[in-house]
């Protein structure tokens, strides 16, 4: 009997696009969280970790997704699932 998995999302972020949130998340002096578990994609955040809301400054393509800043690495996620589709190093 075999287990149907979800697909995981993942989304690219051109370089330039990189450039901009790494500089507002400088710029703006995000606060960095803890997360006990390790970050990577397709893994659910756990419910304690803040998701704070994408500025506008990044694009439309973004404002569907929430993020957070740990580990000097801003990580995108779907808000619905709280799943991991992007890490910006």
């Known amino acids: 009997m075999g287990s149907a998995k979800a697909q995981t999302v993942s989304i690219e ?6 450039t901009v949130i790494r500089e507002y998340v400088q710029r ?27 500025p506008e400054s990044w694009g439309p393509r973004f404002s569907r997704y929430r993020y957070f800043y740990a580990d000097d690495r801003v990580v995108l996620v779907e808000p619905g699932d709280r799943e991991v589709v992007h890490i910006i190093d």
Not at 13 to 18: A, K, L, N, W
């Open 13 to 18: 972020v051109e370089p330039e696009q990189r």
């Open 28 to 54: 703006e002096r995000v606060p960095s969280v803890r997360v006990e578990e390790r970050v990577t994609i397709g893994r659910r955040v756990p419910a304690e970790v803040e998701l704070r809301r994408v």
